[in-house]
């Protein structure tokens, strides 16, 4: 699973640009997340998902609604092994990228290999912390983006309520204690105002973007790919942007160039690392 946070995080990190937030070139989590989509959406046509199902085809059709492309529809029966399929040969069968309806020449069961878009999802998140004896104020990090109409905080048993929201920036209190969450850096500070013995503290809530299943944070072809529409994005910004109170310069890097960089890393990518050999039917 690959999460959007966990994405840009492992960019900013790793090409040293979190000294100043990504929020003050105006990059809010909304615009990333679609930078994020749009990049797995061009991802996909060069390295797709290999999928199988068993299920009924015949001359009407079933439609796969996540199909890019069918690679082959193979004769199976409940004690066969993937492995021993027959496969159909092409004339067999038709699929049709547009409308994804799959039909063929008679109805029956089959094993279904094709390639496949990824699978977004929205996921659940439960996070516990521990507030110590004398620890007046803890700092923590949430996972995700979370929900807010999902969100739900508990001290000890008090259930903690939003008392003001002002853009990013929520505040909350309970009879015992006060906190607020930032959106944009997902950090979390509570503060107690009574009892000092050790309470716990539990966080629940559900992303607020969907995560790609398929994905992993070892996959270098998507990180790079979509490090490269970041970097240069922000590259963009920075070099007709002017910060005249600040006391540095923010805009003397070259990060246009960097990202430029590493889109010249994503073209070799699509030469080496593509599956484009899974395009042909087994």
């Not at 989509?37 to 439609?63: A, C, D, H, M």
Request: charged letters at 20%.
């Amino acid at each position: 699973m690959l999460y959007l946070e966990q994405a840009v995080k492992n960019i900013v990190t790793g090409n040293g640009i979190f000294v100043i937030p990504l929020s003050a070139f105006s990059f809010n989590w909304d615009v990333l997340n679609t930078m994020f989509i749009s990049t797995l959406k061009k991802f996909e046509k060069w390295k797709p998902v290999n999928k199988r199902i068993y299920t009924t085809v015949s001359p009407s059709g079933i439609v796969l609604p996540d199909a890019i492309e069918v690679k082959n529809v193979a004769m199976m029966s409940g004690n066969m092994i993937p492995a021993q399929a027959s496969p159909f040969q092409s004339d067999d069968f038709y699929f049709d990228p547009v409308t994804k309806l799959l039909q063929s020449v008679g109805t029956s069961q089959f094993l279904v290999t094709y390639l496949g878009s990824y699978t977004l999802q929205t996921n659940d998140f439960t996070q516990q912390f521990t507030c110590y004896t004398g620890e007046k104020c803890i700092t923590e990090y949430l996972t995700v983006v979370p929900n807010i109409s999902t969100l739900n905080i508990t001290y000890n048993d008090e259930t903690m309520t939003i008392t003001s929201k002002d853009h990013d920036y929520i505040e909350f209190s309970s009879p015992s204690a006060q906190a607020s969450l930032c959106i944009d850096s997902l950090k979390f500070e509570l503060q107690r105002t009574q009892f000092d013995g050790e309470a716990n503290v539990t966080i629940s809530y559900t992303s607020a973007y969907k995560a790609i299943k398929e994905l992993n944070e070892s996959d270098e072809f998507f990180e790079t790919w979509f490090g490269s529409v970041l970097l240069s994005s922000l590259g963009s910004i920075k070099a007709i942007t002017k910060f005249e109170s600040l006391p540095v310069d923010v805009t003397t890097d070259d990060m246009l160039a960097y990202g430029r960089q590493l889109k010249e890393t994503v073209n070799t990518y699509q030469i080496e690392r593509s599956n484009w050999y899974d395009m042909i039917g087994m």
